[in-house]
T-cell receptor
């Protein structure tokens, strides 16, 4: 069965410090991978998605970046955190659709609560 | 810009009551609408709806999609305290490979 592992669960970091959140998926190949942020009162916002190694699409301009060094590894990074980067970050995967119009649901990791102080 | 609006934002009912959660959407090249339950951290998948008027059921939960009026409802009958959670609605469209989420409905079931 497929599993998704995201760490750390909780993180408190000072403003200006770097960030690295990691997400790995097991039990599937060539998944689509996503990073979402859930800020209070704003619902889930898609930050990045990736359809393959080294292929990253950014949905919103921000202080964050993402990388996919391996097929089942997705990393969210920042060189210098801002207070506004605080939030709950969720990694997710979905089956790579052979047909772009195939409907697939996303499966989420347990999330990382990031507090920038 | 794609948009998903859920209502109510917060709801408190007593155990045994039936609740209806609403979700309206404006999603470019709409493909499907999804419902998730988020209790503590990771949202867990409930339903995926692609066709109008076809009800999907899972135990006490059911959901239906109206593609003409661009909305969906999630019904929970005979609610239990374990149903307390945030229920998220998301629209999948052709603009991006991700989902557009609503803000969620925070449902609290009181014993």
């Amino acid at each position: 069965s497929q599993t998704i592992h995201q760490w750390p669960a909780t993180l408190v970091q000072p403003v200006g410090s770097p960030l690295s959140l990691e997400c790995t998926v097991e039990g599937t190949s060539n998944p689509n991978l996503y990073w979402y942020r859930q800020a209070a009162g704003r619902g889930l916002q898609l930050l990045f998605y990736s359809v393959g190694i080294g292929q990253i699409s950014s949905e919103v301009p921000q202080n964050l970046s993402a990388s996919r060094p391996q097929d089942r590894q997705f990393i969210l990074s920042s060189k210098k955190l801002l207070l506004s980067d605080s939030g709950f970050y969720l990694c997710a995967w979905s089956v790579r659709a052979i047909n772009r119009w195939r409907n697939t649901e996303a499966f989420f990791g347990q999330g990382t609560r990031l507090t920038v102080v | 810009e794609d948009k998903v609006v859920q209502s109510p934002l917060s709801l408190v009912v007593h155990e045994g009551d039936t609740v209806t959660l609403n979700c309206s959407y404006e999603v470019t090249n709409f493909r499907s609408l999804l419902w998730y339950k988020q209790e503590k951290k990771a949202p867990t998948f409930l339903f995926m709806l692609t066709s109008s008027g076809i009800e999907k059921k899972s135990g006490r939960l059911s959901s239906i999609l109206d593609k003409k009026e661009l909305f969906s409802i999630l019904n929970i009958t005979a609610t239990q305290t374990g149903d307390s959670a945030v229920y998220l609605c998301a629209g999948e469209g052709g603009g991006a490979d991700g989902l557009t989420f609503g803000k969620g409905t925070h449902l609290i079931i009181q014993p």
